[in-house]
C-alpha cells in the first residue's frame, strides 16, 4: 500500500472534496500524528478516510523513525462518530464488504505493532469505537461518550468490536454497550478499564502526546515484540472471519434497509424481523 503524503487530500482518481473528509499524517521525532479529518460531519468516515486511515496506518508502520502512534480526531467535538451511514450502508448491504475490510482476518491495527495512543477527544460511537479497540493506551477527555448504536438501526458493528471488546471489559459491559446501544461517559469507560485515563479536554492531545513519547524513549525492538506476543496470543483472525460471515448476514436482511433509512430522514425505524 502507498505511504500517505503529509498533509495531502489527494486520492486515487482525483483531489477529494471537504465532504470525503481526510486522515492527517504526520511525524515529529519518534511519534506519528494520525488524525481523523472531517470536524463538520463530527469525523464521520467515509470510504475516502478508510482508505486514507490504511495508508497512515502503513505509513507509520514502514517508517523505521517512528517509534509510536496518536490517533485523535479533529476540532473538539469528537474523536469518530462512526461510518457515513449515507456512503457506506447502501454499498454494505449489496455486499461489498471489501470496501469496509479488504482482509477478513484483519480489522483496524490489528497487525500493527507499534504502539497506538488513543487522543479521544469527544464523540466515540460505532465505527470510531471500532478503531479505539484497535488502540494500545487511551485518554479521553472529561466529555468523551462512547457507545455501540449499530442495534438501533438494523445493524451490527463489523470492525472487529464482536472479537475486541469481551476480550477487553468484563462480559456484561460488553453486552450492554452491543445489545442496548446505549452510551456511556468517559468515567464509566474508565472504571470498566475501556480507557486508561480521563484528563480535561484540553489536555487530552497532550498527555496522549506524552505517552507516545515515553513509550518511545523504550527499547523499539522491545516494544513491538512485547505488543505483537499479546497481539498474536489472542488468535483473532478466525474470529474476526467469523464476524464478517454473520455480519454479512444481517446486511442482508430489510431491516439493515430500512434502520439507516430511518436515521436518515429522523424517524422511527420499523424493523419486521427479516
Given amino acids: 500500500m502507498a505511504a500517505i503524503d503529509n498533509g495531502s487530500t489527494t486520492k486515487a482518481g482525483g483531489p477529494a472534496g471537504v465532504a470525503d473528509g481526510d486522515v492527517g499524517f504526520s511525524v515529529d521525532g519518534p511519534v506519528a500524528l494520525i488524525t481523523l479529518d472531517r470536524p463538520s460531519a463530527h469525523n464521520a468516515l467515509t470510504i475516502h478516510m478508510i482508505r486514507r486511515l490504511a495508508e497512515a496506518t502503513e505509513a507509520a508502520r514502514q517508517d523505521d523513525a517512528v517509534r509510536a502512534i496518536v490517533l485523535t480526531g479533529a476540532g473538539d467535538r469528537a474523536f469518530s462518530a462512526g461510518g457515513d451511514l449515507g456512503e457506506l450502508i447502501p454499498r454494505l448491504t449489496k455486499g461489498e464488504l471489501e470496501i469496509l475490510i479488504p482482509d477478513p482476518s484483519k480489522r483496524f ?37 462512547f ?52 484528563v480535561p479536554a484540553a489536555e487530552v492531545r497532550q498527555r496522549a502526546t506524552e505517552i507516545a513519547h515515553g513509550l518511545a524513549r523504550n527499547a523499539p525492538v522491545a516494544v513491538r515484540t512485547a505488543k505483537e506476543i499479546a497481539v498474536r496470543a489472542l488468535g483473532n483472525e478466525p474470529r474476526f472471519a467469523l464476524e464478517l460471515a454473520l455480519n454479512e448476514r444481517v446486511l442482508r436482511t430489510e431491516d439493515a434497509v430500512e434502520g439507516p433509512r430511518a436515521f436518515t430522514e429522523k424517524r422511527a425505524p420499523s424493523y419486521r424481523n427479516r
Fill in 109 to 145: 491495527f490489528s497487525d500493527l505493532f507499534k504502539p497506538v495512543v488513543a487522543a479521544v477527544n469527544g464523540l466515540c460511537l460505532a465505527g470510531g469505537f471500532e478503531i479505539l479497540l484497535g488502540t494500545d493506551i487511551r485518554v479521553a477527555a472529561e466529555h468523551a461518550v
Fill in 147 to 198: 457507545g455501540l448504536p449499530e442495534v438501533r438501526w438494523g445493524l451490527v458493528p463489523g470492525g472487529g468490536t464482536h472479537v475486541r471488546l469481551p476480550q477487553q471489559v468484563p462480559w456484561a459491559i460488553a453486552m450492554k454497550l452491543l445489545l442496548t446501544g446505549d452510551h456511556i461517559s468517559a468515567a464509566e469507560a474508565a472504571q470498566h478499564g475501556l480507557v486508561t485515563e480521563v
